[in-house]
């Protein structure tokens, strides 16, 4: 083998990147890529030429856990045709699971929790040849801050920052209180400037990231003793020269502050785009869940965005055959997303999962015929709305942030304010660039409309 440590050019080894599960983990892909940047890795797109095989693993339903051993399985030809690959497991699985996935897949050679990545380097310089490593340990140290530096490579026009990690608020089924641990925000002089770098680097669209993003709590600037709410925090991005949309995602209803909702009114740059999961329309499901609101406080919340700002995209998630819901509960929740009117929303079959408080407690499961069923029902009418939302787009002047080329001679893709996704015949425009477009026709996962001068 070649003695690298002489060599005057640092070697290239390649790394191929699984993501599962949600925004943050394709956000700390990234950072991870980066990281094992400094290690001399390039990112590749197949797992076959890689030198290392990364997987940013989801643990909130039993099928995204089990999809990680089952795509573990498929590398072993990999692993056995280039005995020096490194796989490593890193995310909520890794976080959940630690030690017990190299029992399991003794191909693994090193699980990194979600809070102990920036060890990453360290981790993938001592494993190989049967040497493993198992880190999921919550250090005190601010991973963000521990991270190298991004390399200044220009971005694709719309980007994730997260601001705002873990949760708090221990819903009777959910797993991020222990995968991701308790709540974390980060200081506002760092969001602002990585915020900076980001729109140095061509960024124009920014969705601030957070399990529970609301409750965002971070130190104000300068140094203060102050701490500012994601509002303040969302004002202060405002003035930033060059950045033109804001987001956020994933909130939760008890943190829906007055202060948020107006910005939804006099914040031009704060999208009209909400995702708020409420999870069920029964009050006895909602308490059973742990979630501290009910089905007519959701509403209410819901009533005072479309005041704030009419045109208000709301989204939500859903999970259905919690223990002991019964068929009037889950019309109850029919019921709600009737009344409420989603742009767009998610469902899941409620997935039992270890060491939650509703998995341990034996209660009364749905049959799963039954829990389908409903499950097909909501997605129905979910579907409904979600198709007449869109169309309701043919006609109308909306702003798109345009990030790539069409398939087609002369055609760009981009979103809308609302997240369509919306193809134009454009000449003179560039990536990155937001234009006026009238809407001309809804096709069935995306919009098409002409530029308006
Ligand atoms: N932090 C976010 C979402 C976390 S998980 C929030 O609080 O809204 C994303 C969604 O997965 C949840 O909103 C919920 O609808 C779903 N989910 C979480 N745990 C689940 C489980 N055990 N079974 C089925 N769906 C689940
Ligand atoms: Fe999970 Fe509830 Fe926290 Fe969301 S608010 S991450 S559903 S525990
Ligand atoms: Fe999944 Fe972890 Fe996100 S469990 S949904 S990857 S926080």
Known sequence: MADTKSDTKAEVKKLFVKTYGCQMNVYDSERMVEALGGSGYVEVSSPEEADMILLNTCHIREKAAEKVYSDLGRFKDIKLANPNLKVGVAGCVAQAEGEEIIRRQPMVDLVVGSQAYHRLPELEAKVGNGVTAVDTDFP???????????????????????????????????????????????????????????VERGVREITLLGQNVNAYHGQATGGSKDTW????????????????????????????????????????????????????????????????????????????????????????????????????????TMALVREVKYASAYSFKYSPRPGTPAAEKDGKMVDHAVAMDRLHRLQALISEQQYAFQESMV?????????KKGRQEGQMIGKSEYLHAVHASVEGVNIGDIRRVRITQSKTNSLEGQLID
């Open 140 to 198: 005190e140290v601010d991973k963000f801050t521990a991270m190298p530096n991004r390399p200044k490579a220009r971005r694709a026009p719309a980007a994730f920052l997260t601001v705002q990690e873990g949760c708090d608020k221990f819903c009777a089924f959910c797993v991020v209180p222990y995968t991701r641990g308790a709540e974390v925000s980060r200081p506002a002089d760092r969001v602002l400037r990585e915020a900076q770098d980001l």
């Open 229 to 332: 709410g994601l509002a303040q925090l969302i004002r202060k991005l405002a003035e930033v020269d060059g950045l033109e949309r804001i987001r956020f995602t994933t909130s939760h209803p008890n943190d829906m502050e007055d202060d948020l909702i107006a910005a939804h009114g006099d914040c031009a740059k704060l999208m009209p785009y909400l995702h708020l999961p409420v999870q069920s329309g029964s009050n006895k499901i909602l308490k059973a869940m742990n979630r501290k609101h009910t089905a007519e406080q959701y509403i209410e919340l819901m009533k005072r965005m479309r005041a704030a700002r009419p045109d208000m995209a709301l989204s939500g998630d859903f999970i259905v055959g919690f223990p002991g819901e019964t068929e009037q509960d889950f019309e109850d």
């Open 395 to 403: 006609g109308r002047d909306v702003s798109v942030l345009f990030e």
